[in-house]
């Protein structure tokens, strides 16, 4: 009956047990104390858990110290660490399946995993790079070559290791064979797909990028620290160590970040314009005229909270009512991110993805949520954000032939004069 009920909380079913039959039951991945020897000697005297506590207070600091100096560095230092991330999370997910894959002796799994990830980073940065460096491209034959043909490049690549895999298939390992396969796609899904979005969400203004990004840490923060002193209600199985204190305390404590970090960034250019490349200088730049969202404006408070705060108005910045939305995702949505990979590591029997950040796991550890927080803030910003932008309108309008310019161009003047904007503009 315990060994029932520990299935039961395990999640595990019949079906379970059958495959686990045929990946071999691998068993869980030895866990060993990576905590530094210095910090080992310094906190021998502590129980487990305060132990626990402070080397993860102290790495948290170095992370945090770390994520600032990246960010004075520069949007180019910035997505050169997205995509190391990238690719050590990508690591420690193949990984896994490979403890399980290569006690069968079958050829090609990490050779094609690897393979895939880079067709996937190869056409996802170069519709990047044909996006938002199109002037460049333009002036360089080899690259203007390969944006024109870029996706049947992607296709043509994607397409060998396809056949690649199906020359690999082994007789009586089918089925475990395209599980792997389907298991290196979902990663691909999850792991290149949201850093290609954290990527063109630095785009948009490094604002779009930091608030996001430091809302979910502080949630993890906050949500721990509040769990650590007040827990004492579950929250979920997949994580017992989660509780109801600690998920509500990080939520209004995440909110009120939100919003006062917004109020910080919101004043600084260098923050809130887009990051655009400078075709002169051949380097990024963030200056420009402030848009209304990072205008300060006057709000009217509602009645019932003027009794209370003692104010009728208030001054803030609009992007700090779009932080609302997203720390509160980062608070009630972005935690599951971290079950589901909870969820995961449970399915496979093991503490963390990796033991590269002492106390804190592996990298995808410390990312899980951080992914399902930069599909959501593409997300807004193309629904509640975003319009046309003008110059890249005009950079497409210019590649066309001049037949098709001039006829754009009579189809404009005919707009124009019918919306009478172009009589005033001549008159002007």
């Not at 079906?15 to 039959?21: G, I, L, M, N, Q």
């Not at 090609?108 to 199109?134: A, I, K, M, P, Q």
């Amino acid at each position: 009956q315990e060994s029932e009920s520990e299935n039961k909380l395990d999640g595990e079913t019949a079906s379970d047990s059958e495959s686990k039959s045929e990946f071999g039951g691998s068993p869980p991945v030895p866990t060993s104390d990576d905590t530094p020897e210095v910090l080992n000697r310094a906190l021998s005297n502590l129980s487990s858990r305060w132990k626990n506590w402070w080397v993860r207070g102290i790495l948290t600091l170095a992370m945090i110290t770390f994520f600032f100096i990246i960010i004075y560095l520069g949007p180019m230092v910035l997505m050169t660490i997205v995509m190391c991330v990238q690719i050590k999370c990508f690591h420690e997910i193949i990984t896994i399946g490979y403890n399980v894959y290569h006690s069968y002796d079958l050829p090609w799994f990490r050779t094609l995993s690897w393979y895939f990830l880079l067709c996937v980073n190869y056409f996802f940065y170069g519709e990047t790079v044909t996006d938002y460096f199109f002037t460049l491209v333009q002036r360089e034959e080899p690259l203007r070559i390969l944006s024109k043909y870029h996706r049947f490049i992607s296709f043509a690549l994607y397409l060998t290791g396809f056949c690649m895999f199906v020359l690999s298939l082994v007789k009586k390992h089918y089925r475990l064979q395209f599980y792997m396969f389907g298991w290196t796609h979902v990663t691909l899904l999850i792991v290149v797909t949201q850093s290609h979005l954290i990527i063109h969400n630095l785009f948009e203004g490094m604002i779009w990028f930091i608030v996001p990004i430091s809302c979910v840490i502080c949630n993890d923060i906050m949500a721990y620290m509040f769990g650590f002193f007040f827990g004492r209600t579950p929250l979920i199985k997949l994580s017992p160590k989660k509780t109801w204190e600690g998920f509500i305390g990080g939520f209004f404590a995440t909110v009120l970040f939100g919003l006062l970090l917004s109020y910080v960034m919101s004043g600084y250019r260098c923050f809130t314009c887009p990051v655009e490349f400078n075709n002169d200088t051949n380097s990024f730049t963030v200056d420009c005229e402030p848009s209304e969202l990072f205008q300060l404006q006057e709000y009217n408070i509602p009645a019932v909270l003027q009794s209370v705060v003692g104010w009728k108005t208030v001054r803030m910045y609009p992007f700090q009512i779009h932080s609302i939305a997203l720390s509160t995702f980062a608070s009630l949505i972005g935690p599951f991110g971290g079950f589901f990979a909870s969820g995961f590591k449970r399915a496979f029997k093991i503490k963390d993805f990796a033991n590269t950040i002492p106390g804190h796991g592996g990298i995808m550890d410390r990312f899980d949520c951080q992914y399902l927080m930069a599909t959501f803030v593409n997300v807004y910003i193309a629904s509640f954000i975003r319009g046309p932008n003008p110059s890249k309108l005009i950079q497409q309008f210019l590649t066309l032939r001049p037949d098709q310019q001039l006829h754009i161009f009579n189809t404009l003047k005919a707009h124009l004069l019918d919306k009478g904007m172009l009589g005033s503009l001549e008159d002007a």
